[in-house]
T-cell receptor, first 109, second 111 residues
Framework: GEDVEQSLFLSVREGDSSVINCTYTDSSSTYLYWYKQEPGAGLQLLTYIFSNMDMKQDQRLTVLLNKKDKHLSLRIADTQTGDSAIYFCADLTGTALIFGKGTTLSVSS | ETGVTQSPTHLIKTRGQQVTLRCSSQSGHNTVSWYQQALGQGPQFIFQYYREEENGRGNFPPRFSGLQFPNYSSELNVNALELDDSALYLC??????????FGPGTRLTVL
């Protein structure tokens, strides 16, 4: 079946940029997503990109999509301690979101 | 505008029992999807309902079943609970196929 992979951990200092990477296998993906999950909470939709785009910017968030390499990244500028959470990459396959295992972002002050 | 709500927040069941989890969709959303998130894992798609009909199903056995009501609220039923069913159950509502908004989840523990 379709698969989404992410690195498990990222540690950054407050004020630095964070880059979280993801690879996916579904060549027919239409949309790719980034969700954020804080401890004990549900998933918050951060942003998503249509597969015919290569970049999307939304305030501090920049999404880059390399469709040829099936690689998606999320850059968070000026990372804050409140950005500490688990970030999930997801791929829309039919009606289902296929998620990676999540990247835990730890921000130190 | 009210977001997606789920009840209960937590519950504990024993192996072999049955459980019903509930979800209220965001206002105006006619599609609801259910996901299971085991500890340390990403969510896995269980099924989706669109206007009261099942509209897609993941790799889960038939003992996982659902309903969607005319007001677009939804239930997830799990029969013959197993220890591995312990997880966070998330529902997501959507109006368009490309935006799914999640509720806070129900934490199920099976002993």
């Amino acid at each position: 079946g379709e698969d989404v992979e992410q690195s498990l951990f990222l540690s950054v200092r407050e004020g630095d940029s964070s880059v979280i990477n993801c690879t996916y296998t579904d060549s027919s993906s239409t949309y790719l997503y980034w969700y954020k999950q804080e401890p004990g909470a549900g998933l918050q939709l951060l942003t998503y990109i249509f597969s015919n785009m290569d970049m999307k910017q939304d305030q501090r968030l920049t999404v880059l999509l390399n469709k040829k390499d099936k690689h998606l990244s999320l850059r968070i500028a000026d990372t804050q301690t409140g950005d500490s959470a688990i970030y999930f990459c997801a791929d829309l396959t039919g009606t289902a979101l296929i998620f990676g295992k999540g990247t835990t972002l730890s921000v130190s002050s | 505008e009210t977001g997606v709500t789920q009840s209960p927040t937590h519950l504990i069941k024993t192996r072999g029992q049955q459980v019903t989890l509930r979800c209220s969709s965001q206002s105006g959303h006619n599609t609801v999807s259910w996901y299971q998130q085991a500890l340390g894992q990403g969510p896995q798609f269980i099924f989706q309902y669109y206007r009261e009909e099942e509209n897609g199903r993941g790799n889960f056995p038939p003992r996982f079943s659902g309903l969607q009501f005319p007001n677009y609220s939804s239930e997830l039923n799990v029969n013959a609970l197993e220890l591995d069913d312990s997880a966070l159950y998330l529902c997501a509502s959507s109006l368009t196929a490309n935006e799914q908004f999640f509720g806070p989840g129900t934490r199920l523990t099976v002993l």
